[in-house]
């Protein structure tokens, strides 16, 4: 019961001292996102165990965001935010009928991904006038699609299947004055979603040659697992 009422009044003495942003109710933050990896699987639904799990890595993501956030109480903060990611890179991870012979060609593999996700941000007691410290979660919605591309043939999704997730962040705000503040912020995510595409042509030019693309739609599996790390400027009213 004493450490009840002591959190109590720690909370209480931390909202009335340092309040949010120094009295403003509402912001919206302009943000440089950085994630860390995703992977590619691109053949999830294989029986084979191996197979399956094999992945083609993809690093070094970035994508800017949007950041609206609400002050409902002193400490408590609700916020929605959307991203617009994009990425690929070139592996070899196709193989192609020459006649007689099999050639694994290099394929530029990559995503469209659109977060939008809401949260609910608490404003920790050690905050002070200058810096603010949140701790925030919630439910995130993807929508994203895949990209894959080699000589003049790429891919066209022809299913997507709606993706959720959770995420939890800390994060940590510089307010240099009562209208604009820097937003420091480093979120896990696990977002994944699967995607059934089809190549959009039956033959490909590639590197002068000409080979014949299977027409069989396929599936594949994007997990953006890797860690994110946001930079923003907020915008106070």
Known sequence: ???????????????????????????????????????IYLNPNSSDATIRNQSFLIEDIFNPGLDFRYRLTEPLIIGLN?????????????????????????VEDGFNLI?????????????????????????????????????????????RKTAYGIHVSISMDYVINNFVAVKTEMKFRDPQ??????????F???????????????????NVDGVTFVLGAVFLF
Do not use: W
């Open 193 to 202: 979603f699967t995607v059934k595409s089809r190549y959009t042509k039956e």
């Open 115 to 159: 977060p939008i996700e809401a949260s609910v941000y608490y404003l920790l007691p050690f905050s002070t006038e200058l810096f603010k410290f949140f701790m925030g979660g919630g439910m995130g919605y993807y929508y994203g699609e895949q990209i894959r591309k080699f000589g003049d043939v790429n891919v066209e999704n022809a299913e």
């Open 1 to 39: 019961m004493i450490i009840k009422k002591g959190l109590i009044l720690i909370i209480l003495f931390s909202s009335v001292i340092f309040p949010q942003y120094n009295g403003k109710n509402f912001s919206i933050s302009v943000d440089g996102v950085y994630t860390t990896s995703a992977k």
């Open 82 to 106: 959307v991203e617009y990611m994009t990425k690929t890179s070139v592996g070899p991870n196709l193989r192609l009928f020459s006649g007689s012979s099999i050639t694994t060609v290099n």
């Open 204 to 222: 490909a030019n590639y590197h002068g040659e000409v080979f014949r693309v299977p027409q069989e739609s396929f599936d594949s599996k994007i």
